[in-house]
């Protein structure tokens, strides 16, 4: 059962336009969520978090928004680089734990 | 500070073998967890060690097990290895307190024949 989703399994964006990469989940006792980024041959590295009790975070070119409500999340970069090329993946965590559920990815494509 | 560092990165064992996946967490963290890769799946969570006992477990057969040594470095064993069980095995770490960042190693990736 897959509680955390990601229903694009790739997305190509032009460079310096925005990407839009999509998340929904199911468990109403997430209350944190992270997104990674993962490059061929090497683990995930982190990329940016947001806590249920807030509905946006920025860091630099990437924004993440969280609707509660709709159980959706969504990871802005603007503007994409060829560099942003990498499979992204969003993932969910419960109070107090440490483990996390991971959707199955977003493969983003930045074509220069 | 090093990262978390995996070993092997490959690995070749044929139905029925057995095997021992290694994990050196980054110095100073406590908690070291497993996820399996497989195409399609994305990360499915294993189990998670802090301080040399398991303290979380994945929906995944007896087959899987692991342990933690009081270094905090950490190994998986596979028994009975399955044409499933191919697959990329991530290990993360973090301080273990609960509710951080997970840092992850590049995996080992496992074929199973």
């Known amino acids: 059962d897959q509680q955390v989703k990601q229903n694009s399994p790739s997305l190509s964006v032009q460079e310096g336009r925005i990407s839009i990469l999509n998340c929904d989940y199911t468990?109403?006792?997430?209350?944190?969520f992270l997104w990674y980024k993962k490059y061929p041959a090497e683990g995930p590295t982190f990329l940016i978090s947001?806590?249920?009790?807030?509905d946006k975070n920025e860091d630099g070119r990437f924004t993440v928004f969280l609707n509660k409500s709709a159980k959706h999340l969504s990871l802005h970069i603007v503007p994409s680089q060829p560099g942003d090329s990498a499979v992204y993946f969003c993932?969910?965590?419960?109070?107090?734990?440490?483990?996390?559920?991971f959707g199955t990815g977003t493969r983003l494509t930045v074509i220069p | 500070k090093a990262g978390v560092t995996q070993t092997p990165r490959y690995l070749i064992k044929t139905r029925g073998q057995q095997v021992t996946l290694s994990c050196s967490p980054i110095?100073?963290?406590?908690?070291v967890s497993w996820y399996q890769q497989t195409p399609g799946q994305g990360l499915q969570f294993l189990f998670e060690?802090?301080?040399?006992?398991?303290?979380n477990k994945g929906n995944f057969p007896g087959r899987f097990s692991g342990r933690q040594f009081s270094n905090s470095r950490s190994e998986m064993n596979v028994s009975t290895l399955e044409l499933g069980d191919s697959a990329l095995y991530l290990c993360?770490?973090?301080?273990?307190?609960?509710?951080?960042?997970?840092?992850f190693g590049s995996g080992t990736q496992l074929s199973v024949l």
């Open positions: 993360a770490s973090s301080a273990g307190r609960g509710g951080e960042k997970l840092f």
């Open positions: 060690y802090f301080s040399e006992t398991q303290r």
């Open positions: 110095s100073g963290h406590r908690s």
């Open positions: 468990n109403s006792m997430f209350d944190y």
């Open positions: 993932a969910a965590r419960q109070t107090g734990a440490n483990n996390l559920f």
């Open positions: 947001i806590s249920s009790i807030k």
